[in-house]
């Protein structure tokens, strides 16, 4: 069983940086995937990032948000720059067994509570 923490949300301007991160217990995050998405109200949750063998982003993010382990910690972070209000909603990170990325929520088994994130004009 693995359990997800996510920190770092808040209440950042257009333009501003956040740094989410995703602590984990249970099993070592080094040898499986993680992945970040978000869900803003009204919408479907929507792929952000994974880190597996690989990475991968959404089109939406690239060249702003970047994902990164910290093995000593256990930890994911989610680096998020130049954000706008777009960017607004609840950001879950979540886990699968193997290190295959995928940008689908059902691969995923295990995920956090969510932390919200919220970006004014």
């Known amino acids: 069983q693995v359990q997800l923490v996510e920190s770092g949300g808040g209440l950042v301007q257009a333009g501003g940086s956040l740094r989410l991160s995703c602590t984990a217990s249970?099993?070592?995050?080094?040898?499986?995937?993680v992945g970040w998405f978000r869900q803003a109200p009204g919408k479907e949750r929507e792929f952000v990032a994974a880190?597996?063998?690989?990475?991968d982003y959404a089109d939406s993010v690239k060249e702003r948000f970047t994902i990164s382990r910290d093995n000593t910690k256990n930890t994911v972070h989610l680096q998020m720059n130049s954000l706008n209000p777009e960017d607004t909603a609840v950001y879950y990170c979540?886990?699968?067994?193997?290190?295959?990325?995928?940008?689908?929520?059902?691969?995923?088994?295990?995920w956090g509570q969510g932390t919200q994130v919220t970006v004014s004009s």
């Open positions: 979540a886990a699968r067994g193997n290190s295959v990325i995928s940008t689908l929520r059902t691969p995923y088994n295990y």
């Open positions: 249970g099993r070592t995050l080094s040898s499986i995937t």
């Open positions: 880190s597996g063998w690989t990475t």
